[in-house]
């Protein structure tokens, strides 16, 4: 039923502004906002939607992983523009906050509202 139906996610946020300002200056992702809504362009032409909610509550869970080809550069170049990378009890990572060896090296961080996102480097 939905094999040609150009799907698309979306989460919400509390501050539209600020995560604007994230995704497209932080993260360098092209977004577009309409209605107060913004649009995240993704590379291969996926498209994510971030409404705002009153009372926002952010997800316990990654809403939102990165591939990259070399994760220590990822992370330095997030580090430099302010990115702080999260460290969870029962992972072992390391300086850095990469979690490496148990599937895709990954490193997690947050968004303004709290959302949890990643960077990996697919094996």
Do not use: C
Not at 16 to 30: E, K, M, N, P, W
Not at 94 to 114: E, Q
């Amino acid at each position: 039923m939905f094999a040609e139906t150009r799907a698309f996610s979306g989460f919400a946020v509390g501050d539209v502004s600020r995560a604007r300002q994230f995704y497209g200056d932080i993260l360098g992702l092209r977004v577009t906002e309409e209605r107060g809504m913004l649009t995240l362009h993704l590379a291969g032409g996926g498209e994510v939607v971030v409404y705002p909610k009153e009372g926002h509550v952010p997800a316990t869970f990654t809403i939102l992983n990165f591939p990259v080809d070399d994760i220590d550069k990822a992370v330095d170049e997030l580090t430099a523009r302010g990115v702080v990378f999260e460290r969870y009890e029962g992972f072992r990572q390391d300086d850095k906050g990469v979690m490496r060896g148990h599937g895709p090296d990954i490193a997690w961080f947050t968004d303004p509202a709290g959302n949890i996102l990643s960077v990996l480097q697919p094996r």
